[in-house]
């Protein structure tokens, strides 16, 4: 089966660097993805790994090792309007074509 | 608005009817995904469609639920005879993918409480 796991909820202040640590159990790997949510909101793209290493873009990088089944995401310079729920979601290649499975996500609280 | 949309935002119906939903993609994009979002949940894969073919759907897709994607376009997500589990937001979302990289891009969803 395919299966993720993450911390269900993470607390940091403002200004501070936060990592969501995301393990992952799937057959046909392709890449692992991080999605933002807030309340209300629909998910929206934040990056995307399909190779080992880093990924940065602005406040936010991310991280894979496909020999460990694991990524992170990192955030930096915390701010208020960060507080969300994060998803990591791997992307794998089935028979009949891609599946996205997504994580059950992390809820980020930023404190002033 | 380029973005994806979806209709209804919002639907109530009584257990045991017919509801249908549909997602307008991004025009450029050759892949759409259905998913269903509960309280604390993150998306659960339901289906996908690379331009008007289903290419996958998930076991834990019952046969009441169907999707089409006519002419590759607009999609729409049925289920017959609803029940009280099946209360969720149902999202769509549309991709395309570029330099082995695909970014899927979330409509606002649809909201469906069972009665």
């Known amino acids: 089966g395919q299966s993720l796991e993450q911390p269900s909820e993470v607390t940091a202040v403002e200004g501070a660097i936060v990592q969501i640590n995301c393990t992952y159990q799937?057959?046909?790997?392709?890449?692992l993805s991080w999605y933002q949510q807030h309340d209300g909101g629909a998910p929206t793209f934040l990056s995307y790994?399909?190779?080992?290493g880093l990924e940065e873009t602005g406040r936010f990088s991310s991280f894979l090792s496909r020999s460990d089944s694991y990524g992170y995401l990192l955030l930096q310079e915390l701010q208020m309007k960060d507080s969300a729920s994060y998803f990591c979601a791997v992307r794998a290649l089935n028979t009949g074509g891609f599946k996205t499975i997504f994580g059950a996500g992390t809820r980020l609280f930023v404190k002033a | 608005d380029t973005g994806v949309s979806q209709n209804p935002r919002h639907k109530i119906t009584k257990r045991g009817q017919n509801v249908t939903f549909r997602c307008d993609p991004i025009s450029e994009h050759n892949r759409l995904y259905w998913y269903r979002q509960t309280l604390g949940q993150g998306p659960e894969f339901l289906t996908y469609f690379q331009n008007e073919a289903q290419l996958e759907k998930s076991r834990l897709l019952s046969d009441r639920f169907s999707a089409e994607r006519p002419k590759g376009s607009f999609s729409t997500l049925e289920i017959q005879r609803t029940e009280q589990g099946d209360s969720a937001m149902y999202l769509c979302?549309?991709?395309?993918?570029?330099?082995?990289?695909?970014?899927?891009?979330f409509g606002p969803g649809t909201r469906l409480l069972v009665l």
């Open positions: 799937t057959s046909g790997f392709y890449g």
């Open positions: 790994n399909a190779l080992d």
């Open positions: 979302a549309s991709s395309w993918e570029q330099g082995g990289q695909e970014t899927q891009y």
